[in-house]
């Protein structure tokens, strides 16, 4: 029998405890090796990672980090979870959108694991007039059902309870949400519909249906138009308070008007930011309640991003949305969609659907995620990312508040100038692969089968628009395949391997990768005139290149290289027109490229 000494198992007693200034100056001795003279917090900093909303992800968090207290679960402010026994007790809601009205889709994704419906309807959806049929064999006591019908919510919502009125579901068993959002619909088309017609949805939910709200407060047109995750967090709140400003003016009280709403936010491959991002709006929708007499908390329904989603290599999508899923979950968000990885492509098929339902399926089931309360709870970089975020929200939301509130704000083209600016500039640091996406700008497979599939309805537009991480390499890819239609070849470009394989290998990797990335082929055997290249690229070591660039390239001149790239930093080389590298405009390079070999 092992017998512990009297103050307990002391491991570590003897060892003096370690400062983060000591911590600090070993930081500052690494750097000083790569040509970096700083010590102190600057040697600190020099290992930080900016991210939008002027945060940064520093590369060591302690005890003194801590945010403040995150509360309990299923108590004010919320950032713990909505119940007592965590965000994701039992695991979430499987919520599975659907866009037509196809047989057999609904039973067979309720049979197969889903717990809700997510129904778009009208414009962009089906049809209302078709509700009734989509819902045949739906058992409506056991699976809620959440609109998405645009100005056509109130026809949709009341067929909706006439459906179950007359398929015999008592009004207490109604569960779900009616989706009305005149702002979001606004957002997404420039054209609003009047709250005049959603406070009766509103009144007669909070009279008869417990389980059934009115409202939905849709963040995705924000998230799509290219906003960060504090701008998110601050339109939703905005338009929330907007909300309960309409419902309260028509007589509700304010915990009746703040029972009504749900809220939907994106789930993004960045499961930290995720992570944080549902934790911090339940925190600001916990202080918007306080404030209004009526403390409440926030429930959230996630959605995998679009923005992340793919159309080259859309297989790799799986995994941008297992990881916002997973997101999602430790987020603590009640519902989950997870959009088809072909979602990008047009109308999802039965495998990707099958996938999309078993990823929450076995994120629950086998990874045991739901069997936790609060997962990221305790971590000090999550807690204060939450807490950096929060405020940054916070602040995104008195910006709209001053402007005189969500609908005024949009009407202005205030939120739409905000959201271009973010996007703008984390388009830079796509263009040039500070941001890389997989299969796209990275590991690009030009001779990859398409996946083709059926169109998907038109989605509502003429409001704030709709972005793609991969579109300006789209563009790219697409202009090489119509010339690939037309010439039965793709353009190409010759990479020159200079030296042995060790001096080049590297370099003449990272070449090809960035020319296919932008539908270039790249042909490194043979010789220049072999290739059918009018372009060549030099890859080798800076020791050989000052060695044998300059006249390797006028060689390549004077063998009808049109251009001749090198691969590395800029230098003082004859007859080299441009270089690429680590950082360098990828699209600005490849488009260029294109003009000038007649890719149209």
């Not at 500052?28 to 990672?49: F, M």
């Not at 989603?309 to 009640?334: C, E, H, K, S």
Request: with cysteine; aromatic share 6%.
């Amino acid at each position: 029998m092992t017998v512990l000494p009297d103050d307990g198992l002391s491991l570590a007693a003897e060892f003096p405890d370690a400062t983060h200034e000591q911590w600090q100056h070993l930081v500052a001795g690494v750097l000083r090796k790569s040509g970096k003279d700083v010590s102190g917090t600057a040697a600190e900093d020099a290992l930080s990672t900016a991210l939008e909303d002027g945060l940064r992800t520093r590369p060591l968090y302690t005890a003194r980090d801590a945010a403040p207290d995150a509360g309990l679960p299923g108590f004010a402010p919320y950032v713990r979870g909505g119940r007592p026994e965590g965000g994701t007790a039992g695991g979430w809601d499987l919520r599975q959108r659907h866009t037509t009205a196809s047989d057999g889709l609904v039973l067979a994704d309720l049979e197969n694991g889903v717990t809700s419906l997510w129904l778009v309807l009208g414009e962009g959806g089906i049809p209302v007039s078709e509700l009734g049929r989509v819902l045949d064999g739906v058992y409506l006591d056991l699976a809620p059902v959440a609109l998405d019908a645009g100005s056509e919510t109130p026809s949709a919502a009341l067929e909706l309870l006439r459906i179950y009125e007359e398929r015999g579901v008592p009004a207490d068993a109604v569960r779900g949400t009616l989706g009305a959002d005149p702002l979001g619909h606004e957002a997404r088309t420039g054209k609003g519909y009047a709250f005049a017609d959603v406070v009766p949805l509103a009144r007669l939910c909070s009279e008869r249906h417990p389980g059934l709200r009115a409202l939905t407060v849709d963040a995705l047109p924000y998230h799509e138009a290219g906003g960060s995750a504090a701008q998110e967090l601050g339109c939703s709140l905005a338009t929330a308070v907007a909300c309960l400003r309409e419902l309260t003016a028509a007589g509700l009280s304010a915990e009746q008007a703040a029972a009504q709403l749900e809220f939907r936010y994106a789930a993004t491959a960045d499961q930290f930011l995720t992570i944080a991002k549902l934790r911090a709006a339940r925190r600001l929708w916990a202080r918007v309640t306080e404030v209004c007499g009526a403390p409440s908390a926030q429930v959230q329904h996630a959605v995998t991003s679009p923005v992340m989603m793919t159309r080259r290599d859309p297989w790799v999508n799986m995994l941008r949305t297992t990881i916002a899923t997973l997101a999602a979950g430790v987020g603590g968000a009640d519902a989950v969609t997870v959009l088809p990885f072909d979602d990008a492509l047009g109308l999802p098929d039965a495998f990707a659907r099958r996938i999309a339902r078993n990823t929450s399926t076995i994120l629950i089931e086998e990874s045991h995620l739901a069997r936790v309360i609060d997962p990221a709870g305790g971590s000090w970089y999550v807690e204060r990312l939450t807490d950096e975020l929060a405020h940054a929200g916070w602040e995104f939301f008195q910006r709209i508040e001053q402007a005189g509130g969500q609908a005024a704000a949009l009407r202005s083209g205030q939120i739409e100038r905000d959201l271009a600016e973010t996007w703008q500039a984390r388009t830079g640091k796509l263009a040039k692969r500070r941001e890389p996406v997989t299969g796209v700008s990275e590991f690009p497979f030009l001779a990859e089968q398409a996946v083709v599939r059926e169109p998907a309805p038109e989605p509502r537009s003429g409001g704030l628009p709709r972005v793609r991480r991969d579109e300006a390499y789209e563009a790219l890819r697409a202009r090489s395949d119509a010339h690939l239609a037309a010439t039965g070849s793709r353009p190409r470009i010759f990479l020159a391997a200079l030296g042995p394989a060790a001096a080049h290998t590297a370099r003449l990797t990272f070449a090809s990768n960035l020319f296919q990335a932008g539908g270039i082929e790249a042909v490194a055997e043979g010789t220049f005139e072999e290739s059918g290249a009018t372009e060549v690229c030099l890859c080798s070591s800076d020791a050989l290149y000052e060695e044998q660039a300059a006249a390797v390239a006028a060689g390549f001149r004077s063998a009808g290289a049109g251009h001749v790239f090198l691969a590395g930093r800029p230098g003082a080389y004859a007859d080299v027109d441009s270089y690429v590298f680590a950082g360098c405009d990828a699209v600005a390079v490849l488009s260029a490229a294109l003009d000038r070999m007649g890719v149209s």
